[in-house]
Nanobody
Framework: EVQLVESGGGLVQAGGSLRLSCAASGFTLDDYTIGWFRRAPGKGREAVSCISSSDGSTYYADSVKGRFTISTDNAKNTIYLQMNSLKPEDTAVYYC???????????????WGQGTEVTVSS
């Protein structure tokens, strides 16, 4: 079955860290631009971070630069998002997704997971 399954969300205090994982099955990540997106309560979906399929370059939203790090483990076919110095405004449902277009845009995703919830308390 072709799917993405996120894990690693939870409740954390401001200043804390979490590592999200996204396991891909039924296909390999190599051919896709991969990324993390989030939807905060009452807001639209936001691109958080992506890795380009063309050159491996990374994109980070300004709001997470210097705090979040995206990475992949090709052997495990898994995407990670290390989130440090978390802030209450990082509270959201986080989704991983893949796209054949080399763009970090949610509406261009071919496949996305069910999401994992992150809550940051102040």
């Amino acid at each position: 079955e072709v799917q993405l399954v996120e894990s690693g969300g939870g409740l954390v205090q401001a200043g804390g860290s979490l590592r999200l994982s996204c396991a891909a099955s039924g296909f390999t990540l190599d051919d896709y631009t991969i990324g993390w997106f989030r939807r905060a309560p009452g807001k639209g979906r936001e691109a958080v971070s992506c890795i380009s399929s063309s050159d491996g370059s990374t994109y980070y939203a300004d709001s997470v630069k210097g705090r979040f790090t995206i990475s992949t483990d090709n052997a495990k076919n898994t995407i990670y998002l290390q989130m440090n110095s978390l802030k209450p405004e990082d509270t959201a449902v986080y989704y991983c997704g893949v796209s054949l277009r080399d763009m970090c845009v949610y509406r261009y995703l071919e496949l996305w997971g069910q999401g994992t919830e992150v809550t940051v308390s102040s």
